[in-house]
């Protein structure tokens, strides 16, 4: 059966055909199973998102952030270039005289061959490393419930890739040394690898040469077939959806939350209780899922015990997408297959059965895991539309909860305090309100912990006091303020959040207010990147960009120096969501003798304080630690006099977990604003 | 036409209830002012061999109805009793105690009667040849004075228990007793199916009407055994702070706060507790707070009514002796 | 079963208390309106045994027109219908004449049982759902901690001193509800509960329509009235009590006696 010549050709046609016939038709079933989800449009910015692809895809450059990903990196281009070798054997099977030298010349053809020689040898060095990790290292992230079925798999995988790349050496070894001669035949030499395979053939026949040829390229063959057969029915699945989802990642904000129609009267159900109520891109996700578990490795509740890690999350949402997507299609009336199999896929419910009440509770919106996805999937959107659910349609959720959404709904603050004496932090400050002056440049938008929180006014006086001091033309809201509302949306309570926001923007709007200030990353992150929905449409600065900007100008020297030791914790809100990282990095190295060192967690993989999500309204009794005493644990090993913070729910956070180490008397937790209030001002007294 | 001031006494397990003595006081004050006579009326079982002792506190004279079936109070015996014996004596001003049963009765006979009602008070006054009346409303927020329509007769007032000064009995005075019979009508319309004593275990947060907290200031959970003291004297209960709780102290049904329980004590003492906003959300309604913290500038003081600046330990004990002297003399 | 349930529209407990221009009376200039929260409890328990039992439960309501909005908040959380009894005339009403006013308004209603808060957080006067009890001529029990309902009979827990006292009543009755926000956790209204809210029947009502006028109730029958408010004396938080230990000690127990009255 020499390949290319007839029989053979035809037998490799039709096996080609239907290899491929079969693909195309468990691809286009898999489309279909998508297309059960929501619409979402995905489709603008297309140069934005081409250039995604280019980067991610073919940079790999979010994968080579780890060290691992390095052999990834060579296995995806050891498959594409074996994959460009691929076709001239595929081409060979057709017709035996195919061969690329013939379209490419020599010179060209031997790089090509030398290229494809070094990355499949990487490919395999690549694997082995794989493998050694996988069994011998052993890394968490690697780990699901169902460790023998995903071993299993990837060994198959794994296996299949060697196998494919031990008969291609074969192969060419062969041709190689029939090359050899035989007129209208070439074999660059460059390709060395494949030569010094040839090793193993010398001594044989002409004939036992063409036998061996013949075996390893079927073999090749065959494999490679057999291989896009597989792909859709294991975690390969991935080099399906992952270009797709790289082209379809969002492009604005992290953990963005969508708009609910909630004047949709047609509308029966609201949030996600069933996973084809995702949208079609929040399922892509789950195909493009490559099961490396790096979310879970920089997920705060996972590494603190919590019932919930990202990887599992997806793992079993794509599982349960598959198996009931399926099903779905196959029989109309879903519900009755539902009633009449109870123990069926149907039968399961999304919450509670694929995923955890208190999985979907623990996550603290923190964006980890998504900055750290080498394949953008989004998790937030999805446990927060499953809230969405619970709380719309179900009202389930903690008695604390509820105690919350009680007091935002009555009194506009998380603490159901007066709402009229929001404003009386401010009283003696030489504060104005909007009331007052409308004509000021900035509103500083207060938030509630800013003007509720004791602790957290100190940090409202110190802002208020900068401000002054660099001559900015500003003024408050005071009584008239409201709660943004960023946490009852993130809780799933969209309905309460709309009506906050609206009637947020209509006061801010009433006047004429174009530039905010705000010193709470949740505020900023949701009056900047959210508050658009309903219609703002203002220059939000966080305060540490801005007073970043006032040190930079030189209205604001400070003068008195600092001999501390400190530690910066990066706002989640503020880094990942909103990629501010230097600014108060940049406020802080402005006073002279302050030292500040750098947790091993910092920047865009900084752990979380454990606050964000709604995790702040709730009691944590879940887990071995407290998330911000894990975090106030990984600040303390740098032996800081100071914890830097940039946002009040991180000092409540940092200044609970310092009582739990019994630390508080002798590390204190300041806000940047803090501590540049008093560079500036202590001089002057 | 309408004439005296008539008290509607409580009488349980053989007693006047302690509240009776206080409005027949109060009721004496109002009947000097008036110049007009001071009444009773005393329903109970057996209460006849002790109703004149009301004289004491300067009750002229009692109208007694001494009934078993008088035993407990029921509002379909006693409401039609005690308001046919007020139509025939047709006072001027009723005064009731505002107990649980006082606040069913007085509102049952002012509606019988057509009569204005102030419920709760705290005090009272005659003003131009009629009542006077002080009660809080909005949660002792804010105080009202309340008047009543002319010839709007008879003027019922409920008074708050432990509020009005109490006379000393004197005990040579007897009031005269008039016994009446009446027939009781049969009531069976309510009942009491059981009464469960708590079983020993501790009152919950939520029910208490005074908490006494402890926080990390408190250095261990031995020195809880202070609090529960204090505040099985009070007759409140124990609540901790989120990081007494933490700290394994207190079990976490004790967490008073944003994530603990949300209460409304009419008195609420926060020991060692700096008053971090979580906890504040928790226990701001409370009536009154007390703080005992020896910083301070613990952000618990700008909520406190009484703040103790020092050491609880040294603060804890006293204030402990001289509440249960307090005690031990009312 | 029917199930009636009073309830009152009255300031949140937050509520910074001015008096207004009257000095009767407070400032409602700054006031965010909520339901009563033992009225509050009181929904809970007719819902609860709504889902129970399958009673009806309707809302009865006096007040002014923005007390639909608590109506409608209280047809959310799972009740089924709505009457409001709004007339000017009704304005100045003592809670006697509000009792008249409720009473009459439950004749032409069907009931087994009636609820409400033992108070409304704002006047604290504890009176009307008992007025209304006496002149609907039905048992009254008081202060409701859990409410059940069997054989033509309600039983309920009550709090005392100490122990818990279980009581019943013949139905038709009148029940009111005491205990925390805890005890009863009132349900919080789920989306949908929202939207079918705003299409179920609320009925508006004026005293004619229930067979009264102006001479039996507001300002016309008023027998007692609010002539002046004040507000406490200045409670400073944040003072701090002076002297040694024994001498603070002595100092706040006689505050604690005389001033707040609490011990
Ligand atoms: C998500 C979240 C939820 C939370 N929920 C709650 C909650 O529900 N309830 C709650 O209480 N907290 C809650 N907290 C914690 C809250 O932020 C505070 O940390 C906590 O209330 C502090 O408790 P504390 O006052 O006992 O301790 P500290 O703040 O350490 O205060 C101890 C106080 O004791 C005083 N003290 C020490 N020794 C003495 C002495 N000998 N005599 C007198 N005074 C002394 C000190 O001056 C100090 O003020 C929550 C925090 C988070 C992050
Ligand atoms: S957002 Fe943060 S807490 Fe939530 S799943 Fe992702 S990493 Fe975990
Ligand atoms: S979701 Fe992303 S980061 Fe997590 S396992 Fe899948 S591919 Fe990896």
Redesign the interface.
């Known amino acids: 059966m020499q390949p290319g010549h007839f029989p053979a050709n035809i037998l490799f046609i039709l096996i080609f055909v239907a290899a491929n016939g079969f693909f195309v038709f468990t691809a286009y079933k898999l489309y279909r199973i998508l297309r059960l989800g929501k619409p979402e449009d995905r489709f603008d910015r297309r140069s934005e998102r081409l250039k995604s692809v280019v980067t991610f895809v073919l940079g790999q450059r979010r994968v080579i952030r780890e060290p691992a990903g390095w052999g990834h990196f060579f296995i995806f281009w050891g498959f594409v270039i074996i994959s460009i070798g691929s076709l001239e054997t595929f081409g060979v099977g057709i017709y035996h005289g195919f061969a690329y030298w013939k379209f490419l010349g020599k010179g060209l053809t031997s790089l090509l061959y030398l290229l494809q020689d070094l990355f499949c040898a990487a490919v395999v060095v690549a694997l082995c490393v794989a493998l050694y990790r996988r069994f011998v290292v052993k890394p968490e992230r690697l780990r699901y419930e169902d460790q023998k079925a995903v071993n299993q798999d990837a060994c198959i995988i794994i296996g299949l890739i060697l196998l494919l790349i031990v008969l291609l050496f074969g192969a060419r070894a062969a041709e190689y040394l029939l090359a050899q001669g035989e007129a209208g035949r070439y074999f660059p030499r460059l390709a060395f690898v494949s030569v010094a395979f040839s090793s193993l053939f010398t001594g044989l026949t002409k004939e036992g040469l063409q036998a061996w040829y013949s075996f390893c390229w079927w073999g090749h063959t065959v494999v490679i077939l057999g291989f896009l057969i597989y792909i859709p029915f294991s975690k390969h699945l991935h080099l399906l959806g992952a270009i797709p989802n790289v082209f379809f990642r969002r492009l604005s904000s992290v953990g963005e939350l969508s708009k609910m129609d909630l004047e949709d009267e047609t509308a029966e159900t609201y949030g996600v209780s069933r996973i084809e109520e995702f949208s079609w891109k929040q399922l892509l996700d789950l195909y493009a899922c490559t099961e490396c578990g790096r979310c879970s490795d920089n997920c705060p509740a996972t590494l603190t015990g919590k019932p919930l890690s990202p990887k599992l999350t997806i793992h079993h949402l794509k599982e349960h997408l598959q198996a009931k997507g399926k099903m779905v299609l196959a029989q109309q009336g879903a519900e009755e297959a539902a009633t009449a199999n109870p123990e069926g896929e149907l039968a399961r419910a999304l919450i509670g059965d694929i995923c955890q009440h208190d999985e979907l509770w623990s996550c603290t919106t923190c964006g980890n895991c998504i900055e750290n996805c080498p394949v953008f999937i989004e998790h937030i959107d999805k446990y927060v539309d499953m809230r969405r659910y619970l709380v719309l349609m179900e009202s389930n959720f903690s008695p604390?909860v509820q105690?919350?959404m009680r007091?935002w709904e009555t009194n506009s603050n998380?603490?159901?305090?007066g709402f009229a004496t929001r404003g009386d932090w401010a009283k003696g400050l030489p504060v104005k309100t909007l009331a007052e002056d409308s004509q000021v440049e900035y509103l500083y938008y207060v938030g509630c912990?800013g003007s509720?929180?004791?602790?957290a006014k100190k940090i409202s006086s110190a802002l208020v006091t900068l401000l002054n001091e660099a001559g900015v033309s500003f003024g408050i809201l005071g009584a008239e303020e409201k709660c943004c509302g960023e946490t009852a949306r993130r809780l799933g309570n969209e309905y309460l959040f709309q009506s906050m926001a609206t009637e947020l923007v209509e006061i801010i709007n009433s006047y004429g207010v174009k530039k905010i200030i705000t010193a709470c990353p949740h505020g900023y992150n949701c009056l900047k990147n959210e508050y658009p929905q309903f219609g703002a449409n203002w220059e939000v600065y966080h305060h540490s960009e801005f007073l970043a900007t006032l040190l930079k100008g030189g209205q604001l020297q400070p003068q008195q120096g600092m001999d501390k030791n400190l530690v910066f914790h990066d706002s989640c809100y503020l880094g990942r969501y909103n990629d501010l990282y230097e600014e108060p990095r940049t406020v802080l190295n402005s006073i002279l003798g302050l030292k500040f060192s750098e947790m091993d967690r910092s920047r865009n993989k900084a752990f979380c304080c454990g606050a964000g999500g709604g995790r702040m309204?709730?009691?944590e009794?879940l887990g071995d630690q407290k998330i911000n005493d894990a975090r106030t644990g990984q600040a303390l090993q740098l032996e800081p006099d100071i914890i830097g913070v940039s946002c009040p729910f991180c000092t409540?956070m940092f200044e609970?977990g310092l009582?739990?180490f019994d630390m508080d008397e002798k590390v204190k937790v300041y806000d940047i604003a803090e501590i540049l209030a008093q560079a500036v001002t202590s001089a002057k007294e | 036409m309408a004439q005296g001031v008539c008290v509607i006494t409580e009488f349980r397990e053989g007693k006047f209830r302690r509240v009776s003595f206080e409005i027949a006081s109060e009721g004496r004050k109002l009947a000097d002012a008036l110049g007009e006579p001071l009444l009773a009326v005393a329903l109970g079982e057996g209460v006849e061999a002790v109703a004149s002792d009301l004289g004491g506190y300067g009750v002229e004279k009692v109208i007694v109805v001494d009934d078993a079936l008088l035993k407990d109070y029921r509002?379909?015996t006693y409401?039609p009793v005690v308001a046919e014996i007020l139509q025939n004596l047709s006072p001027k001003v009723i005064l009731t105690a505002?107990s649980?049963d006082g606040?069913?009765l007085?509102?049952?006979l002012?509606?019988?009667l057509?009569?204005?009602?102030?419920?709760?008070c705290?005090e009272l006054q005659i003003e131009g040849g009629g009542l006077?009346a002080k009660?809080?409303?909005?949660?002792?927020?804010?105080?009202?004075?309340?008047?009543?329509?002319d010839g709007?007769w008879p003027?019922v007032a409920s008074c708050r228990p432990?509020?009005m000064d109490c006379l000393a009995p004197d005990t040579s005075k007897k009031a005269e007793v008039e016994k009446v019979e009446v027939a009781l009508p049969a009531g069976?319309?309510?009942?009491?199916?059981?009464?469960?004593?708590?079983a020993g275990g501790k009152l919950?947060?939520?029910?208490a009407?005074?908490i006494v907290s402890g926080g990390?200031g408190m250095k261990g959970p031995e020195n809880f055994a202070m609090l529960e003291e204090l505040a099985g004297i009070?007759?409140g209960t124990v609540g901790a702070s989120r990081?007494a709780v933490?700290s394994g102290w207190r079990p976490?049904a004790d967490q008073v706060g944003?994530?603990?329980?949300?209460?409304?004590p009419?008195?609420y003492v926060a020991c060692g507790i700096s008053?971090?906003?979580?906890h504040?959300?928790g226990m701001?309604?409370s009536?009154?707070?007390?703080a005992v913290n020896k910083d301070?500038e613990a952000?618990i003081?700008?909520?406190?009514?009484?703040?103790?600046?020092?050491d609880l330990f040294?603060?804890l004990p006293?204030?402990i002796?001289?509440?249960k002297t307090?005690k031990s003399t009312c | 079963m029917n199930i009636v349930v009073l309830v009152k529209q009255v300031?949140d407990?937050?509520?910074k208390?001015k008096?207004g221009a009257d000095g009767?009376s407070?400032d409602t200039s700054e006031v965010k309106w909520i339901i009563n929260p033992y009225d509050e409890y009181a929904v809970e328990a007719a819902l609860r045994l709504q889902d129970s039992v399958g009673a009806s439960v309707t809302i009865l309501s006096m007040g002014p027109e923005r007390t639909v909005e608590s109506i409608r908040t209280a047809l959310a959380m799972g009740a089924d219908t709505g009457v409001l009894v709004d007339d000017q005339a009704t304005e100045g009403s003592?809670?006697?004449g509000k009792?008249k006013v409720l009473a009459a308004a439950l004749k032409s209603l069907e009931f087994d049982l009636v609820f409400c808060g033992h108070r409304a957080?704002?006047?604290?006067?504890?009176?009307?759902g008992?007025?209304v009890?006496?002149?609907a001529g039905?048992?009254?029990?008081?202060?409701a901690i859990s409410v059940e309902v069997a054989d033509g009979k309600v039983?309920i827990q009550?709090?005392?001193?100490?122990?818990?006292?279980?009581?019943?009543?013949?139905l038709p009755?009148l029940v009111t509800f005491g205990?925390?926000?805890?005890?009863w956790n009132p349900r919080y209204a789920s989306l949908p509960g929202i939207m079918k809210a705003k299409k179920k029947p609320l009925e508006t009502k004026m005293l004619a329509d229930l067979g009264l006028s102006a001479a039996d109730v507001g300002n016309e029958a008023?027998?007692?009235?609010?002539?002046?408010?004040?507000?406490?004396s200045e409670?400073q938080?944040?003072?701090?009590?002076e002297g040694d230990?024994?001498e603070?000690?002595?100092e706040?127990?006689r505050?604690?006696?005389e001033e707040?009255?609490?011990?």
């Open positions: 604390e105690n919350v007091n998380p603490w159901g305090l912990a509720f929180d004791e602790r309204w709730m009691e009794t409540t609970d009582k739990t | 509002a379909e409401v505002a649980v606040k069913d007085s509102a049952r002012a509606a019988r057509g009569a204005g009602l102030a419920t709760d705290t006077k009660r809080p409303m909005y949660a002792g927020k804010a105080f009202a004075w309340c008047e009543w329509s709007a003027q432990n509020v069976n319309l309510t009942q009491v199916v059981s009464i469960e004593k708590d919950d947060l939520t029910e009407e005074v990390r009070l007759g990081s933490d976490h944003q994530t603990g329980k949300v209460v409304t009419n008195l008053g971090a906003i979580q504040l959300a701001s309604s009536k009154y707070i007390v301070p952000p003081f700008s909520k406190a009514d009484y703040g103790i600046v020092g040294e603060f006293a204030f002796e001289e509440v307090l | 300031p407990t937050e509520t208390i008096i009767k407070i003592d809670a006697l009792a957080v704002d006047d604290d006067e504890n009176q009307v008992i007025m009890a006496e002149l039905i048992p009254h029990l008081g202060l039983t009550r709090p005392i001193e100490g122990a818990k006292v279980t009581m019943e009543a013949t009755a205990g925390a926000h805890a005890v008023v027998k007692v009235s609010v002539t002046s408010m004040e507000l406490p409670r938080a944040g003072r701090v009590l230990t024994a603070k000690a002595r706040l127990t505050l604690l006696r707040a009255k609490v011990i």
